[in-house]
């Protein structure tokens, strides 16, 4: 059983192991997510029933930073209570099974990294674009490293940029890859250039239909995209990128060009690259299952 936390959507999916040893998600439900973590509970409890029976185990995935006992730093604003309170004793209880938790980035980039996108590869980047930008670096199946601060996950807070301005990251910061590359700034990008759009789809559209104005936010953001990319490539020693979240489907306009603008800042020998998620929604899923195999 997989539940994945996120900020505005709830996930829960039952996993179970086809004929070849991969995982597959077999069932699954998505309900909006409580801004508080009684209304999360009330809403997982019946989930955790409805899918849960028979599981092996339970996995969640959650954002904040997080220790085998839970989260002791949530995110503003996200599921408040959450900090200390014994999230694998409560759904271990609900179903006597094994229980763990890990950060969202980080089941979401081992999904990625075993059973999508960045299958095959040695050490991969996934970055998640979204109301933030998530990041987990994933070494053979496993995050770099343990710990609340494991995985590479601070990685939306490196410092590209020593401009200031209004444009700040979840922790009103300036100047960081989340600063600079979530998913609103591309239609903040657009608008500057002269663009009249309300939300991401809007700048696809006019942005697909030749306009001038969105095509040259598109490529505000995409350079932006591209240096934080290489950012985190250039710290990891990655040999490939995923990149996610809502924003970045097969035709998301700043995608044509986006390796090209990366290499240049590697280091000379440094070859990757960059491809989009090929998992969705199911990436954490996945990861928490991988994650249990892993531990078990």
């Not at 759904?91 to 980080?106: E, I, K, R």
């Not at 980047?125 to 199946?141: H, K, P, Q, R, Y």
């Not at 953001?221 to 990655?238: C, E």
């Amino acid at each position: 059983m997989a539940v994945d936390m996120g900020g505005t959507r709830i996930k829960a999916a039952r996993v179970e192991l086809d004929a070849f040893g991969a995982p597959r998600v077999v069932s699954g439900r998505t309900v909006d997510a409580p801004r508080d973590l009684d209304g999360a509970l009330a809403v997982l409890a019946p989930l955790l029933s409805e899918l849960g029976a028979g599981c092996q185990g339970v996995g969640l995935a959650v954002p904040g930073l997080v220790r085998a006992d839970g989260v002791i730093q949530a995110l503003p604003g996200k599921y408040d209570g959450i900090v200390g309170f014994d999230l694998p004793g409560w759904l271990g209880s609900q179903l006597d099974v094994p229980a763990w938790v890990v950060n969202d980035a980080v089941a979401y980039g081992v999904g990625e990294a075993t059973w999508g996108a960045g299958r095959g590869a040695s050490r991969v980047l996934v970055v998640t674009i979204g109301t933030g930008v998530g990041v987990a670096v994933i070494d053979a199946g496993r995050p770099i490293s343990s710990g609340p601060l494991g995985g590479g996950i601070s990685g939306g807070n490196v410092l590209i940029s020593d401009e200031g301005g209004d444009l700040v990251d979840t922790a009103g910061r300036t100047g960081t890859v989340e600063a600079r590359c979530r998913a609103d700034r591309i239609v903040d990008y657009a608008k500057a250039e002269g663009a009249a759009v309300s939300d991401v789809k809007s700048v696809y559209a006019l942005a697909a239909a030749g306009d001038p104005a969105a095509l040259r936010g598109v490529e505000v953001y995409r350079a932006w995209l591209a240096r934080g990319l290489a950012a985190l490539a250039v710290a990891h020693g990655v040999d490939r990128i995923v990149v996610g979240g809502g924003p970045a489907t097969p035709d998301a306009p700043w995608l044509p060009g986006l390796q090209e603008l990366v290499t240049p800042r590697l280091w000379p020998s440094h070859e990757l690259t960059v491809a989009v998620s090929a998992l969705g929604d199911a990436a954490a899923a996945l990861g928490l299952a991988h994650l249990a195999g892993l531990a078990s």
